[in-house]
């Protein structure tokens, strides 16, 4: 059979400029109707701590700080349960790390705003705002889990 040329059509010619469907700062990353401004894009990449909006930045000072003060020097014992015979059950301290976690708001953040409306049991970020406080986290062996 010989080969046929399916038809193409150039890109060029069918795309519409950006800025009709998405006009400069108006692009949202989240499907919540009426999302808060920290969900919507101000045209630019968030590539900084110091960039982010000011809560998530509040936040993410909240999170290092208890890295410093609570998971770190953790860490030693959480590694001794880990190679103890008793590292298949659930560690104490990473229990009472969640409790505190939990008691600063630093519990659940990934879940987005879609998931969680009124931010009653998350922080509902955005992905590029939670990549931040994951890089923070990735820091510790333990941090996820906590």
Request: proline share 11%; with cysteine; net charge negative.
């Amino acid at each position: 059979m010989p080969f046929t040329n399916p038809l193409t059509r150039s890109y060029h010619t069918w795309a519409r400029p950006q800025s009709q469907w998405c006009p400069t700062g108006s692009r949202s990353y989240s499907s919540v109707p009426e999302a808060s401004p920290a969900h919507t894009s101000r045209g630019g990449l968030v590539i900084s701590p110091e960039s982010l909006s000011p809560p998530v930045r509040e936040l993410y000072h909240r999170l290092k700080h208890f890295m410093e003060q609570r998971v770190y020097p953790a860490e030693p014992e959480l590694q001794s349960h880990q190679a103890s015979a008793a590292r298949w059950s659930p560690s104490p301290l990473i229990e009472d790390l969640k409790e505190k976690a939990k008691a600063e708001g630093l519990w659940n953040l990934f879940l987005p705003l879609e998931a969680d409306p009124e931010k009653k049991y998350g922080a509902g970020l955005t992905n590029v705002e939670y990549a931040h406080l994951c890089e923070l986290m990735g820091t510790s062996l333990y941090a996820p889990e906590v």
